[in-house]
């Protein structure tokens, strides 16, 4: 999988992302939802924080606009990260399947930095009101972005059975997460490579063994 072929599936990834939540922002209130199915909804909400709405302020003694702002740097510089290595497997012609996983985690990663660094300038609130794009009065600042999702798979919605001990009379739901098309593609990613992880670490390692014999060849015949 080559450089050209990685940069149209990011781009369509991307633009899936994107497009999916400008549309939720222009025509949802913030925790309004739409039933699709029984087990599948979309549910407009906004995560300030990490993944499934962590806060660093929740931990460690900062502001929540001191906790945003470190988070959304330690992602730019995650970005570059993951950057350098998917140019780096694909200069190395590793494995499809190792390139096709890098991919869509830096697609995902990407998606969801973009909310963080530019949906609080190009939004206003969606607290009790649809958002306006380019709004005069943006809920935010640069790097102050809330992260917007919508897939919700409540496949399943019970109580547990008043017998049961500890958690008897308790609500249970599964799968409870909202996420979205950017998170979706860093899951599968990610999911790839645990999957696949001799396939895919042991196909590269072959190749780093091909090429480093390649070169004691080359340098044996000098």
């Not at 994107?18 to 699709?36: A, M, R």
């Not at 140019?87 to 990663?109: E, M, N």
């Amino acid at each position: 999988m080559g450089l050209k072929k990685s940069i149209l599936l990011i781009s369509l990834i991307l633009i899936i992302d994107q497009v999916s939540k400008f549309y939720i922002k222009t025509n949802f209130v913030l925790g309004e939802s739409v039933d699709v199915f029984n087990w599948f909804k979309i549910l407009f909400i906004e995560n300030e924080g990490a993944a499934w709405g962590a806060k660093l302020s929740d931990l460690l003694p900062i502001s929540d606009d001191t906790g945003k702002l470190v988070l959304t740097i330690f992602r730019l510089f995650a970005i570059v990260g993951i950057g350098y290595w998917l140019y780096d497997i694909i200069k190395k012609q590793s494995s499809k399947t190792y390139i096709l996983a890098v991919c869509l985690i830096f697609a995902g990663a990407l998606g969801n930095i973009l909310d963080s660094v530019f949906y609080g300038v190009l939004f206003d609130a969606s607290n009790g009101n649809v958002a306006t794009l380019f709004s005069d009065e943006p809920y935010g600042g640069i790097f102050y972005g809330k992260v917007v999702d919508m897939l919700y798979f409540p496949m399943v919605d019970t109580t547990w059975p008043e017998w049961m001990p500890l958690v008897g009379g308790d609500r249970f739901r599964f799968f409870e997460p909202v996420f979205n098309i950017a998170d979706t593609a860093i899951s599968t990613g990610v999911g790839i490579l645990i999957v696949f992880n001799k396939r895919v670490f042991g196909e590269h390692e072959e190749e780093l063994e091909k090429t480093s014999e390649n070169e004691n060849y080359s340098a044996a015949k000098e």
